[in-house]
């Protein structure tokens, strides 16, 4: 104990301490900086020939490719929309994840809910609505005349179902004032345009 205390009293084991907690910090700083500039990098470069894969070929009725998995909206208590833009109640959904298509409660590409506009007042129906492969031309306009900001959230998005789940979350063209929804019963929207306003 008492060699310790002369040693840390000498000026050279300090400065040696504190050198290489200087070395530390200043790599734990410029890595961090290359992360936080990677990362923005990645986010600012959009890549103008990124394409989203459409869905279109892979529902159940008009495809040999046989589904083993599907991915679905999760988070609906009774209802759940799967890739294929099958809506179920969350007991017809078999353990793949996707919905049985012979449910009396299955439908594919249903609208229900859904105004002309594109927003809906239920989740599972704008995404499964958005799906529909009439839609693609649709997405493809939103995509390319998205705000700089939307793109930067956008450019995540790998394929047909994952942009229908991103466009359907009420978003701000949903709300007035940031803390009113413009349309509260179709407040879910794949359209271009937000919903109507409706007087208070």
């Not at 109640?89 to 994840?97: I, P, T, Y």
């Not at 271009?192 to 208070?200: A, F, G, K, N």
Request: overall charge positive; charged content about 25%; hydrophobic content about 30%.
């Amino acid at each position: 104990m008492m060699v310790l205390r002369r040693l840390l009293r000498k000026r050279w084991v300090l400065g040696v301490v504190f050198g290489l907690s200087l070395i530390y910090f200043l790599t734990s700083t410029l890595k961090q900086e290359e992360r936080t500039i990677r990362d923005r990098t990645l986010l600012e470069v959009r890549d103008p020939d990124h394409r989203i894969p459409w869905k279109v070929r892979f529902n159940l009725g008009n495809s040999s490719r046989q589904i083993t998995q599907c991915r679905n909206s999760i988070q609906g208590k009774t209802l759940l929309t799967d890739e294929l833009g099958y809506v179920c109640e969350r007991n017809d959904l078999l353990v793949n994840g996707c919905c049985n298509v012979n449910a009396p409660s299955s439908r594919q590409y249903i609208c229900k809910s859904c105004l002309a506009n594109g927003c809906c007042s239920i989740y599972e129906y704008c995404v499964s609505c958005c799906l529909q492969p009439d839609k693609q031309l649709l997405l493809e306009r939103f995509l390319n005349r998205a705000a700089e900001g939307f793109q930067n959230l956008f450019t995540a998005v790998e394929d047909h179902f994952e942009l229908c789940l991103a466009k359907c979350r009420t978003s701000s063209q949903s709300v007035q004032h940031e803390n009113t929804y413009r349309n509260p019963q179709a407040k879910y929207c794949y359209g271009e345009s937000p919903p109507e306003l409706l007087p208070v």
